[in-house]
């Protein structure tokens, strides 16, 4: 039997070797991927007879799978654990409705039967913060609506925390069904949840060690995000030394010989022994100016400055998020004008992964030479990096008011830069 599903585990993660071995479904199922000379693990039941027993195999397939396909970074749970500092339960808990979600979207719905690793049961009274990513880890799953009405019943849940836990099923769930999310995204909807339900240590006190918000700014934030109205995020204008110089685009901002303009090129003006261009003039450029969303949904490289810089070597580009490591703060960082650019790494490392600002930085748009282009996809948060339908009705007004075009990708703005010419 080992000989015969062996070979499985290799399809799904896109490489080999296995160690494969059963295991009784009760402990459930694990899988690693290989990593150099050391053959990867995949343990789970060989009973084809138990729906359940094939719904854990198949969740482990679609760990390896989930991974060969680019979903979640390599390693994501030891980096949940060890670099967010998010406790296991929680990170594999997150983790798992990605799986779910994915392999349901793609037509495996033996996952639909897969069994919790523990059931709720009156006559255990499960930790709060265990209810709690048992509720989560239910999302997607058959048993879920059952399993989660007596979750909520015996812990006591409030309607602030079925919101949070709603709110992050949702956007894991989304994650696993498009292949496209985000890990400190997952980091941050998990922190929130963490925090305000544990785990707790042995003496029934929050275990604050594993607790990953700098500050406090996630706790202040956690009343307020649950509201209809929400409020911009306070936020700073950085503007570091352009010290790059873009060869192409200095050029095209150089003065040249032409029979209009300042009279700086007298020895051409003697005519017919010179051309009679003794006149400075510019090539026309449009310049404006380009506010670029640089949170975790979006991303830039300094090949796209150029690329910009190159059809519009006027241009004014800057790029704006939160803070790192706070969602009640953000930054605009002017990357690039007058045909000279940062060092885009420097700038990455003053910006974090939430939006929080995108009403000041269109407001700081608005003072901008134009034409004014935002590009992002229209996602817009405020304090806590939290949405609110009063932001969404501000960011348009800013939108109309500067006259200011959006663009969803810095690739769409490219391929339209490089019709025109």
Known sequence: MNRRIQPLPSVAA?????????????????????????????EAPFVNSDTAAIGVRQHEYGHLAVERNHVLPKNALQKLVRQYLIDEMWAQAGLDVIVNTFMLSRGNRE?????????????????????ATLYLRAEALECGCTVRRELAGTNE????????????????????????????????????????????????????????????????????????????????LISPPLTYPYRVARQSLRTRPGFSGAFRYPERALIPLADGRAFACRRR???????????????????????????????????YASCPNRFDTGRIVV??????????????????????????????????????????????????DMPAVNLVVDA?????RGHIRCVATVAEYLLELRSRT
């Open 285 to 319: 450029t449009s310049g404006g100016t380009v506010l670029i969303d640089c949170s975790g949904s979006m991303s830039i490289g300094i090949k796209d400055l150029q690329n910009i810089l190159l059809s519009e070597p006027a241009t004014t580009i800057a790029l």
């Open 111 to 131: 996952i639909s039967e897969l069994p919790l690793c523990k059931t709720p049961s009156k006559s255990v009274e499960w930790p709060r913060w265990m209810a």
């Open 396 to 400: 348009m007004r800013l939108l109309r």
């Open 14 to 42: 896109g490489d080999g070797p296995f160690r494969v071995k059963h295991r009784d479904i009760e402990f459930g199922g694990c899988c690693t991927m290989p990593s150099g000379e050391t053959p990867g693990l995949f």
């Open 335 to 384: 990357a690039a004008a007058r045909g000279r650019t940062i060092e885009l790494q420097d700038a990455k490392t003053l910006l974090g992964p939430g939006n929080v600002v995108d009403g000041p930085a269109l407001e700081w748009l608005n003072h901008q030479p134009p034409p004014r282009l935002w590009i992002s996809d229209g996602f817009v948060t405020g304090r806590g």
């Open 157 to 236: 849940f409030d309607e602030i925390e079925l919101g949070l836990l709603a709110e992050t099923g949702n956007y894991l769930r989304k994650g696993g069904e498009t292949g496209r999310i985000y890990l400190p995204r997952i980091a941050r909807q998990l922190a929130i949840l963490q925090e305000l339900f544990g785990p707790y240590s042995e003496t029934g006190e929050y275990s604050d060690s594993k607790i990953s918000d700098p500050g406090g700014h996630l706790r202040r934030c956690l009343l307020e995000q649950r509201r209809i109205k929400n409020t911009w995020g306070k936020i700073e």
